[in-house]
């Protein structure tokens, strides 16, 4: 299997650009109030090193959402989900690897500006970790 064209199906990429900046949003909510639940559960001293609570679970909820089902709970919500170069779903690893990318990127001004053009101007809407890992996401496939 192989990934979709964007020249000859390009409904497999229309509109995942925004439905990604949507799916973010989400997640970065959803990550936050885990990181909220969290905080009594360390006597309140999570406030202390909140910031570094937040990233740590943020880390894990994407990591191993995306393990699970190729999508974070926001992409599924907005029908979209990554797949490999070879046209297949996340693996462990591979969610792994997407994440640490997505976390180096977004913790440098230049990478996520970067980033955020390659999603918008390539033709398969892919970010700079999508770039390097020959990942892509598209619009989730009809299941029957």
């Known amino acids: 299997m192989m990934l979709p064209d964007p020249d000859h199906q390009p409904e497999f990429y229309a509109g995942v650009a925004a439905k990604r900046g949507m799916a973010w949003l989400v997640d970065t909510l959803l990550a ?7 905080v009594p559960f360390t006597a309140f001293t999570g406030l202390f090193f909140l910031p570094l609570l937040y990233a740590v679970v943020s880390f894990f909820y994407r990591w191993l959402s995306i393990a699970r089902g190729s999508a974070t709970p926001g992409m599924r919500l907005t029908g979209i989900e990554f797949r490999r170069a070879d046209g297949t779903t996340f693996d462990g690893m591979t969610a792994l690897l997407h994440t640490a990318g997505y976390v180096i990127s977004f913790s440098m001004v230049l990478p996520q500006i ?29 299941r029957f």
């Open 32 to 38: 936050a109030l885990l990181t909220a639940l969290i």
């Open 114 to 142: 970067l980033s955020v053009a390659l999603m918008l101007f390539s033709a398969r809407g892919q970010g700079l970790t999508d770039h390097v890992l020959g990942s892509v996401a598209l619009n989730r496939p009809s």
